[in-house]
């Protein structure tokens, strides 16, 4: 039996499958939704939804008047954290973006301990490892 696959889903697949390959490498362009069109031979409303998907992921950012660009990978810092700490994830704040110099599409790491915020983190350069 043949598992129907959206075709959006197939072109996320695919695209990341280029990416992991080498094709298209950190800080590299993607092809123009018209090429992508061409490429795949699939419709505007599917590009735009996987490349949307792309974005929401933080495996792209799309620069307005350029194109979409596969994100650059960061080598996450170890963030010890005590045990019995509260993690919360959230997207950050337009500020916290700017402040922490973050790419659009990457959550926040919030780390609390007793009912107050004691660290603010980006979630794609950091790994908390519990103490």
Known sequence: MTVYEPAYRRLIRLIRQDIKAGEYP??????????LIQIHGVGRETVRSALAVLRSTGEVVTIRGVG???RETFDRDDEPVTKGARIIARM???EEM????????VPLLVVERDGREVAVLPADRKALIVK
């Not at 950190?26 to 090429?35: A, I, T, Y």
């Not at 700017?98 to 599409?105: E, I, K, S, Y």
């Open 68 to 70: 979409s660009q596969v």
């Open 92 to 94: 950050p704040t337009d």
């Open 26 to 35: 950190p800080g590299s362009l993607l092809p123009s939704e018209n090429r």
């Open 98 to 105: 700017r402040q922490l110099d973050m790419t659009p599409g």
